[in-house]
């Protein structure tokens, strides 16, 4: 069963539009959640994490909440560019240790037309 | 930053082939990671290791043998490879807990 469901699965916008992508999990425990960014043939790259209860995290023009009660994040980005065009991936990780699990959604498809 | 490279970037076997998938961090980190990405589902990750020497199983490992020959160097095996293995593979590499992964390219792989 999946853990981590990101919606919506895919999204156009306008350059310069913000956008705000959704992740919601069952993750049982969930110590971390992180958001990466993988542009279409490469790896991911890490955008943000967040750790505690209604945490909330800026990156330049990302920012992410999250509520643990909820078992809820989102990614918002604002005045987006081209270079937004990419996957966004929502990672809850259930422990802060070695032994702890990644669990991967299957990301959202963000295209960023001019 | 920590730099994953993995090789080949592109690879064609047929049914029954084997195959072997190359990764390196030059990072020093202990820990390293095989995933594969297939369309509609998140990364699913195959094996993983906490350091030369060490292998541990993932949630798919059917099919697959892994191989840490150094702290640098991780390996995923296939020995006879099917066409449901073809797929997107990625390694990643971290310091453990809650430091990020760190990706290489990917390599893709197609089983005829």
């Known amino acids: 069963k999946t853990q981590v469901e990101q919606s919506p699965q895919s999204l156009v916008v306008r350059q310069g539009e913000n956008c705000v992508l959704q992740c919601n999990y069952s993750v049982t425990p969930d110590n971390h959640l992180r958001w990466f960014k993988q542009d279409t043939g490469k790896g991911l790259v890490s955008l943000t994490v967040?750790?505690?209860?209604?945490d909330k995290t800026s990156n330049g023009r990302y920012s992410a909440t999250l509520d643990k009660d909820a078992k809820h994040s989102t990614l918002h980005i604002t005045a987006t560019l081209l270079d937004d065009t990419a996957t966004y991936i929502c990672v809850v990780g259930d422990r802060g240790s070695a032994l702890g699990r990644l669990h991967f959604g299957a990301g959202t498809q963000l295209i960023v037309i001019p | 930053e920590a730099a994953v490279t993995q090789s080949p970037r592109n690879k064609v076997t047929v049914t029954g082939g084997n195959v072997t998938l190359s990764c390196r961090q030059t990072n020093s980190h202990n820990y390293m990671y095989w995933y594969r990405q297939d369309t509609g589902h998140g990364l699913r990750l195959i094996h993983y290791s906490y350091g030369a020497g060490n292998l541990q199983i993932g949630d798919v490992p059917d099919g697959y043998k892994a191989t840490r020959t150094t702290q640098e160097d991780f390996f995923l095996l296939l020995e006879l490879a099917s066409p449901s293995q073809t797929s997107l593979y990625f390694c990643?590499?971290?310091?453990?807990?809650?430091?990020?992964?760190?990706f290489g390219p990917g390599t893709r792989l197609l089983v005829l």
């Open positions: 967040l750790v505690h209860e209604n």
């Open positions: 990643a590499s971290s310091g453990g807990g809650q430091d990020t992964q760190y």
